[in-house]
């Protein structure tokens, strides 16, 4: 029970139309597949509490603060003035990690994080997240970053599920969900899949 960090029983979001129930235990890559429009961020809003469920349950067994949640806008999360100080936040004070996590997004220290790319924010959070946090949110991470940066993140997602952290992420594009071992795939109604 202590490799379970999220337990979700029949939970229904404002749209869906059929309850979900999955587990999301450490090491998991899981990925909530399906079309634009399907509701696959609404299921991942109402997963983090930003959105109120119509019923079910949703129980955490982690800190909150070993938890990091990266929106299909990551501009909402910043809030400070230079990239070095969000990404200080980001890394826990840790300065070295900090310079080391804005070298590795292409970033200069002085400047302000508004002014970074959208793959340079995304990939500010998610990589800082990778390394800091235990359970990883992700709304569609693939999305605005090249072809080099997808290789990328797709190796340090791995790469953190292999060392205990739990991943759960949306895709749209059948190529950004080959990482993941567990899926739930959102048409008409959630449905879960399990690939072996």
Known sequence: MEDILLYVKNLDTII????????AEKGDIICIF????SGKSVLL???CGILDKKSGTISYNIDKNMTGVCLQFPEHLIFKETALDEAL???NNNKDKAKSLLNEINAEA?????????????LLFIYGYLETKDLIILDEPFVSLDDNSKIKVAAKIKDAASSGKC???TANRQADK??????IYIKEKY???RLF
């Not at 869906?16 to 587990?23: A, G, H, L, Q």
């Not at 399906?34 to 429009?37: F, M, S």
């Not at 080959?178 to 899926?183: P, R, T």
């Open 191 to 193: 449905e879960q899949f």
């Open 167 to 169: 991943i759960i992420y």
């Open 16 to 23: 869906s139309r059929e309850s979900v129930t999955f587990t």
């Open 110 to 122: 002085s400047m302000s994080p508004f002014y970074l790319s959208d793959g340079q924010k995304r």
């Open 34 to 37: 399906g079309l634009n429009g």
């Open 178 to 183: 080959e990482i993941a071992g567990k899926f």
């Open 89 to 91: 936040i980001i890394m």
């Open 45 to 47: 809003k109402t997963l």
